[in-house]
């Protein structure tokens, strides 16, 4: 073989040598995960191990060569820097930027609403679907006084914690982690105003959530809430019972109860406020800003009753003695057995 042969076999060999180093260096740090819109979600549990990663990466097709990722991911001593959560692969990445996300634990938090929730059973279904601990570890954490007595809430009563509104959190957070977020936003939603406010009308934050509970169920229209409120305060001062129809339906267990008869009047529970006065044990769900602004900013007057309209326009008419409240009332019942409902 000459000389000119040799040279040009090592100019090939030396040609495609930096080829491949160039391939195998774009592969890796290049762009070769391309994102699918909306995106991919891979979920990392809290102590899974290298393996069960490396099946969930082929089992979403986030990679082509599998081999090569599970080459990088050892060299860069992945399966000892695994940190649990949500990570969202909504843009275009390289094998290495992936594994540094993944690495860092840079994860796509999860967004959580809860609105309209009656109870605690509700609120974990709702919320257990969206982070690491299930609807039962939530369920379990909640039903323990003891996890949250010293911050000043009761099983009755831990539900107010829970603001309705829309947050952001991430995946691996367990019962403990949600509660601690959400005490955090409780702290943040009672500012010194609101507290001041409560103060003035003589009540706590957990009062303030009872009364704004029932008001929530109560009121069809906003701009009443605030006047609904006055009159519950103005029972309050004098020891007439809330007599609140929704505290019924919720010591019934059953919201779908549109005429409060006598016959539920007599169940015997602390939340039947026609048997018991002042505040039930706890929030009848989870009470809405709107509910809590509405009792801090309660109308001053001396209206002690109200009754719905009979034209079943979600109003109501106010009165200030039993007499006037009866005659508004029977209009009312009159209408709703002209309607034909009985239950």
């Not at 979920?43 to 097709?61: C, H, K, M, N």
């Not at 989870?286 to 109308?299: F, K, R, Y």
Request: glycine share 6%.
């Amino acid at each position: 073989m000459n000389k000119k042969r040799i040279l040009y076999l090592v100019s090939v060999a030396a040609l495609l040598a930096i080829a491949g180093v160039v391939l195998f260096y774009n592969t890796i740090f290049g762009i070769s995960i391309h994102a699918e819109k909306p995106g991919k979600i891979l979920i990392i549990p809290t102590g899974a191990p290298y393996e069960q990663v490396f099946d969930s990466i082929i089992s979403l097709r986030l990679v082509k060569n599998i081999k090569l990722f599970d080459w990088v991911a050892k060299k860069k001593n992945y399966p000892g820097l695994i940190k649990p959560g949500r990570y969202v692969i909504d843009k275009d990445f390289s094998y290495n930027s992936l594994i540094n996300m993944l690495r860092s634990g840079h994860q796509t938090p999860v967004r959580i609403t809860f609105q309209n929730i009656r109870t605690l059973n509700q609120l974990a279904g709702r919320i257990g679907k969206q982070i690491e601990d299930d609807s039962s570890q939530i369920m379990s954490f909640l039903s323990n006084e003891s996890n949250y007595i010293t911050d000043g809430f009761k099983k009755e009563t831990v539900i107010t914690l829970f603001i309705p509104n829309t947050y952001e959190i991430y995946r691996n957070t367990d019962a403990r982690g949600l509660y601690n977020r959400m005490l955090k936003e409780y702290r943040i939603f009672w500012n010194e105003q609101r507290l001041a406010r409560a103060k003035e009308k003589g009540l706590d934050p957990v009062e303030v959530s009872i009364l704004a509970s029932i008001i929530d169920d109560e009121v069809a229209k906003p701009e009443e809430k605030p006047r609904i409120a006055g009159v519950y305060l103005n029972r309050l001062k004098r020891g007439i019972p809330l007599q609140a129809c929704p505290t019924i339906k919720f010591a019934l267990n059953d919201f779908t109860i549109t005429r409060v008869l006598y016959i539920h009047l007599q169940i015997d529970s602390p939340y039947n406020t026609y048997k018991h006065s002042g505040f039930p044990p706890g929030p009848i769900g989870c009470p809405s800003i709107e509910g809590i602004d509405a009792v801090l900013n309660a109308e001053d007057h001396d209206y002690l009753f109200f009754a719905a309209k009979a034209d079943f326009s979600g109003y109501h008419n106010f009165s200030r003695t039993l007499a006037e409240h009866n005659h508004y009332a029977a209009i009312y019942q009159k209408e709703l057995s002209k309607r034909k409902i009985f239950k």
